[in-house]
């Protein structure tokens, strides 16, 4: 069933879509009334509903039945990565989501070369409810502008902060040592690493080191494999 994404509260049963989500609906894929789709409003929520009334610009939908919470496996991950160059960045927001990242930070750091504003902000958040339509994720994860790196790191929280680092510990051997609480922070650094006093800074922070080896990965190879290392693999250490 073809899902679209409606923000908005669902008073009475009824959904309008409207702008892109409209569009979609009655330009790309001419759909009518009568048929059944699934909206979703990005904050867990998502039901079946029929097309009950079409504008030009607009459709209106009655929900007809409201479905199930999907539980998500593993712990909530707040990735906090650098920003790698043209259309990987998209690629990882568009992944990220897939994997059921919570919430993603871009971070300007000492060797950045890539800093998005928002209007590049705004794209990844587009890419990231393109993601959830496909692939039938229910919450959109945040998708946070750009900020720098020791900022983020001074938030106060409690979840666990884990440095992705080459040189770092083997990644097995930190969650068997210590398995992992609900939240989760994961830092990526960009193509030029971090620097001494940026490394110096998130051990600070109370950050571990954990590798993936020592082949240097890319930005968005470093963060998929460890998003998808920690939510899925060993989920009994987790
Ligand atoms: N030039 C840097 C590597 C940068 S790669 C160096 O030689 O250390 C970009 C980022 O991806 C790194 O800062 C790190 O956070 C992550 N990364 C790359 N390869 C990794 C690996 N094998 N294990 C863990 N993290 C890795």
Known sequence: MHRF????????????????????????LRLGIGERVTVFDGRGESAVAEIEDVRKRSARLRIVERLPPSDAPGPEITLITAVPKSDRFRWLVEKATELGVRRLIPIRTERSVVHPGDGKIQKMQAA????????????????????????VLSRPTSDRLLIADPQGAPLCDVRLRS??????????????????????????????????????????TAALAMVAALRFGRAEAL
Not at 180 to 185: A, D, I, W, Y
Request: with cysteine; proline share 6%.
């Open 179 to 220: 398995p992992l609480q609900s939240g989760l922070r994961l830092a990526i650094g960009p193509e030029g690493g971090f620097t001494a006093a940026e490394i110096g800074f998130a051990k600070d922070a109370g950050g571990e080191f954990v590798s993936l080896g020592q082949s240097i990965l890319r930005i968005e």
């Open 128 to 151: 990231s409810i393109a993601a959830c339509k496909q692939c039938g994720r229910n919450d959109l994860p945040a998708i946070e502008p750009l900020q720098e790196f020791t900022e």
């Open 5 to 28: 994404y409606e923000p908005g509260s669902w008073n009475a049963d009824v959904v309008d879509l409207t702008d892109d989500e409209a569009a979609h609906m009655l330009r790309v």
